[in-house]
T-cell receptor, first 113, second 113 residues
Framework: ETGVTQSPTHLIKTRGQQVTLRCSSQ?????VSWYQQALGQGPQFIFQ???????GRGNFPPRFSGLQFPNYSSELNVNALELDDSALYLC????????????FGEGSRLTVL | KQEVTQIPAALSVPEGENLVLNCSFT??????LQWFRQDPGKGLTSLLL?????REQTSGRLNASLDKSSGRSTLYIAASQPGDSATYLC????????????FGAGTQVVVTP
């Protein structure tokens, strides 16, 4: 167990709705990144937060947004859900983005109908 | 933009055989390369991390090599066991994208008893 926890583990939404996914980082980690993993594919980088500021973003539209809180927990918000947003959303935490100290949560499985 | 490709996409071997998983990447300016394991419906577990200055890393039955000049990494798993059944992901971090991981699509491995 990595110490990174995500909630909810599974959820179902309909097109056009909004969703909020949550991530609690490993203790002492100040950096969190979010990834989208569609079925049968590798994870795709969405964005990264370092000390409450976004400091890197992948090729995702603005309807994907995030927050990092003073305790370094994080949220991923997706507005105007589309069918293609159905995926496993993974959160990873690290200290200062160090890949040698990167721990993933087990993910939130989102299904959009 | 870094492209990471893994071949084969799926592999089935009898228990005891050695596994060879291949990964290629297009941008040799990598900071590091990692191999992760993903069990069905689960998050990711880091197996081996090779820094840019290294040529290989070993952990138990696992050995990973890195050849930046040819843009290749290989993961060897000796004497495979049914518990090795999982999807293995090759992941790079380039020098211009600290904290942002580029994933391959993975190789799904099944080890039959």
């Amino acid at each position: 167990e990595t110490g990174v926890t995500q909630s909810p583990t599974h959820l179902i939404k309909t097109r056009g709705q909004q969703v909020t996914l949550r991530c609690s980082s490993q203790s002492g980690h100040n950096t969190v990144s979010w990834y989208q993993q569609a079925l049968g594919q590798g994870p795709q980088f969405i964005f990264q937060y370092y000390r409450e500021e976004e400091n890197g973003r992948g090729n995702f539209p603005p309807r994907f947004s995030g927050l990092q809180f003073p305790n370094y927990s994080s949220e991923l918000n997706v507005n105007a859900l589309e069918l293609d947003d159905s995926a496993l959303y993974l959160c990873a935490s690290s200290q200062n983005g160090d890949p040698g100290e990167l721990f993933f949560g087990e993910g939130s499985r989102l299904t959009v109908l | 933009k870094q492209e990471v490709t893994q071949i084969p996409a799926a592999l089935s071997v009898p228990e005891g055989e050695n596994l060879v998983l291949n990964c290629s990447f297009t941008d040799s300016a990598i900071y590091n390369l990692q191999w992760f394991r993903q069990d069905p419906g689960k998050g990711l577990t880091s197996l081996l991390l090779i820094q840019s200055s290294q040529r290989e890393q070993t952990s138990g039955r696992l050995n990973a090599s890195l050849d930046k000049s040819s843009g290749r990494s290989t993961l060897y798993i000796a004497a495979s066991q049914p518990g090795d059944s999982a999807t293995y992901l090759c992941v790079s971090m380039t020098t211009d994208s600290w904290g942002k991981l580029q994933f391959g699509a993975g190789t799904q491995v099944v080890v039959t008893p």
